[in-house]
């Protein structure tokens, strides 16, 4: 089996529940959403060479001609994880989950447990590979930085992930509409109250602006009247510069 792979990289989650813990990250191609503030190349077809990093931390890459096998793909993970110990194996993209054959198969060759990254949106296909994941990093989307709302997909979803350690993300911008933000938090509140809402100042791009440190706390206020636990926790790896 083979697959176009973006890059393999050792580096810190920079966001959410895991926020510093050391990962491998495979990212994939392809993505079924368009977020506004999406700063991600995934366009299918378009990556004729992953860009590895060869050994961990250095932050040199080095070309491998797509499409690559699993076998290749774990042996670089193994490399990495030969150098420096790590949390989990972050499988990212893009949407990683439009590639579930590759996932189970990757997962078969590697030791480290599977931390998936995932917009929330294509729950047949997180049943499909659950067994074979530890950790859920979901994506919820608000309307506003989408063509077309998909609150429906996400309550699917999260009834699917919360079998798995899974905490929910969404990332909001200066205009971000505060009945959005409530709508987030009581649909996970429904489905899985137990669960970590992450609420994240965008990273400006696409003409997306950050929301003032008020209103990062009024956005809070509103999700804790529905959650017990909701944090603001920004992409830490962009202030730190790292891959």
């Known amino acids: 089996m083979r697959e176009n792979i973006i890059e393999i990289f050792s580096s810190i989650q920079g966001e959410g529940k895991y926020v510093g ?40 890459l080095v070309p491998y001609e797509n499409p690559l096998s699993v076998e290749q793909a774990a042996e670089i993970v193994a490399r990495l994880v030969a150098d420096v110990p790590h949390h989990s194996l972050s499988i990212t993209g893009g949407e990683p989950l439009l590639h579930v054959p590759f996932i189970k198969e990757l997962a078969t060759h590697i030791d480290l447990p599977v931390f998936l990254e995932t917009n929330g949106t294509l729950d047949r296909a997180l049943a499909e590979c659950i067994d074979c994941i530890s950790h859920i990093s979901m994506d919820l989307k608000l309307p506003d930085v989408l063509s077309a709302p998909v609150w429906d997909a996400h309550a699917r979803f999260l009834e699917v992930a919360r079998a798995k350690d899974v905490y929910v993300k969404v990332v909001v911008a200066a205009d971000t509409c505060a009945d959005d933000v409530e709508r987030a938090a009581h649909l996970v509140a429904e489905i899985a109250p137990a669960t970590l809402l992450i609420l994240q100042p965008v990273t400006p791009y696409g003409g997306c602006t950050v929301p003032s440190p008020a209103r990062l706390l009024e956005l809070q206020r509103i999700a804790l009247h529905h959650l017990t636990d909701v944090r603001v926790i920004p992409q830490t790896h962009r202030m730190m510069d790292l891959l």
């Open 21 to 60: 813990c050391r990962q491998i990250f495979v990212r994939l191609e392809g993505c079924n959403l368009d977020c506004t503030y999406c700063d991600t190349e995934n366009e299918i077809g378009r990556h004729p060479v992953c860009m590895v990093e060869e050994r961990a931390g250095t932050h040199e």
